[in-house]
């Protein structure tokens, strides 16, 4: 049984680093590359170390996720026009 948080699973029970970030909007990420890294992160006690590729990944999720949002909005006001 994992542990959770308002439904979430807890961060030491996910196979990788990266749990502040939503892979699946990312599919150019390789899922089962990021576990492997992760493991091998894990294995070494280097999670401090990789904490600003990590906190990369989140900022390109981000900045897709706002694309997104800005594309929707053009679609709707060229509707509008």
Do not use: C, N
């Amino acid at each position: 049984m994992s542990t959770t948080i308002a439904g979430s699973i807890m961060p030491d029970k996910l196979p990788h680093i990266f749990f502040e970030v939503a892979l699946e909007v990312l599919p150019e990420l390789d899922y089962d590359d990021l576990v492997y890294l992760s493991q091998l992160v894990r294995a070494q006690q280097r999670e401090p170390v990789y904490s600003p590729l990590v906190d990369a990944v989140r900022k390109v999720q981000w900045m897709k996720l706002s694309s997104m949002d800005a594309t929707g909005l053009d679609a709707v006001l060229v509707a509008q026009l």
